[in-house]
């Protein structure tokens, strides 16, 4: 009776041991799985080539209006010739930096407006911004982009942000990058607003 109470606690010992090595084995006939590296799913990036006048009513052309510079004011009761005091206006305008090349003859044209459209030529593509993905961040953004004569981008504004600076940078920084056949009014080129959809997609989103 004592040897069945002493082998009792070894059988459990034992039996706790098997148990285990079962589980082990068990384990290691499972297939071992790698797990799949992180992908970025291509950027779906298109053009908007019917744009509405509601978006054309929103784009301000550039005023190219030369301002005259104003003349010295001079003081009521004192000769300008005697060395009087005199006051220079401030003239704001000079104060202000244009955002494309001043040329009185060149125009710009709505896009529905426009007889011969700009066609694109090279649209890149944006760069995912690495801590917009590893983060998990998608978007889309609109921008506008202004085309000059000579088909290049003058200028790019966003339209609708993603709600990312990160998103809105790298749309902005690719649409400044693309390059248009030139659009023409009455035979003669004239710059017109373009509008551009980028959509930043991670894969399996």
Same mark, same amino acid.
């Given at each position: 009776?004592?040897?069945?109470?002493?082998?009792? =606690?070894? %059988?459990?010992?034992?039996?706790?041991?098997?148990?285990?090595?079962?589980?082990?084995?068990?384990?290691?006939?499972?297939?071992?799985?790698?797990?799949?590296? %992180?992908?970025?799913? /291509?950027? +779906? +990036?298109?053009?908007?080539?019917?744009? $509405?006048?509601?978006?054309?009513?929103?784009?301000?052309?550039?005023?190219?209006?030369?301002?005259?510079?104003?003349?010295?004011?001079?003081?009521? =009761?004192?000769?300008p010739d005697d060395g009087a005091?005199?006051?220079?206006?401030?003239? %704001?305008?000079?104060?202000?930096?244009?955002?494309? &090349?001043?040329?009185?003859?060149?125009?710009?044209? &709505?896009?529905?407006?426009?007889? #011969?459209? &700009? /066609?694109?030529?090279?649209?890149?593509?944006?760069?995912?911004?690495?801590?917009?993905?590893?983060?998990?961040?998608?978007?889309?953004? #609109? +921008?506008k982009m202004l085309v000059d004569?000579?088909?290049?981008?003058?200028?790019?504004? +966003?339209?609708? $942000?993603? =709600?990312? &600076?990160?998103?809105?940078?790298s749309a902005i920084a690719a649409?400044?990058?693309?390059?248009?056949?030139?659009?023409?009014?009455?035979?003669?080129?004239?710059? #017109?607003?373009?509008?551009?959809?980028?959509?930043?997609?991670?894969?399996? =989103?």
């Amino acid at each position: 009776m004592r040897d069945h109470k002493k082998m009792y =606690g070894i %059988y459990l010992r034992a039996s706790f041991l098997i148990a285990i090595g079962l589980i082990i084995a068990f384990l290691l006939t499972l297939p071992y799985a790698e797990p799949e590296p %992180y992908k970025l799913k /291509q950027e +779906v +990036v298109g053009i908007i080539n019917e744009i $509405s006048m509601e978006i054309d009513k929103q784009i301000e052309p550039i005023d190219n209006t030369v301002r005259p510079k104003p003349q010295p004011v001079v003081i009521a =009761g004192q000769n300008p010739d005697d060395g009087a005091t005199t006051i220079d206006p401030t003239d %704001y305008g000079e104060n202000i930096i244009p955002t494309a &090349p001043i040329g009185p003859d060149i125009e710009v044209i &709505p896009y529905y407006k426009v007889e #011969v459209k &700009p /066609q694109p030529i090279s649209m890149p593509s944006p760069v995912y911004p690495p801590l917009a993905a590893k983060a998990g961040i998608e978007g889309k953004v #609109v +921008v506008k982009m202004l085309v000059d004569i000579d088909g290049g981008v003058i200028t790019v504004e +966003v339209i609708k $942000s993603s =709600g990312n &600076p990160m998103l809105d940078e790298s749309a902005i920084a690719a649409a400044k990058q693309s390059k248009f056949t030139p659009a023409k009014q009455r035979d003669k080129l004239v710059r #017109v607003w373009v509008v551009r959809q980028i959509e930043f997609k991670l894969a399996g =989103g």
